[in-house]
């Protein structure tokens, strides 16, 4: 898959500038910490997804390794 493709999209309050992602599978402290500049404030936003994945070979296989990526975009 090439495109990225859509997941969700709207609009979300926040009250604190700072947004945090953390890890979906437990045993992975993977966290970070994101400053939008401002709180109090009505996003627009979108999430989307993409899935990346070794090509198909004779024998082997459908996908050896398998990647998705996930992009949240934030604007007023």
């Given at each position: 898959m090439d495109a990225w493709?859509?997941?969700w999209a709207g609009r979300l309050f926040l009250k604190s500038e700072?947004?945090?992602v953390v890890a979906w599978a437990a045993g992975y402290?993977?966290?970070l910490e994101f400053d939008l500049g401002?709180?109090?404030?009505?996003?627009?936003a979108r999430v989307v997804t993409k899935i990346l994945q070794t090509e198909e070979e004779?024998?082997?296989p459908?996908?050896?390794a398998q990647v998705e990526l996930y992009k949240i975009q934030f604007w007023t």
């Open positions: 493709e859509e997941l700072l947004v945090g402290p993977y966290r401002q709180g109090e404030t009505t996003w627009s004779a024998g082997f459908e996908a050896i």
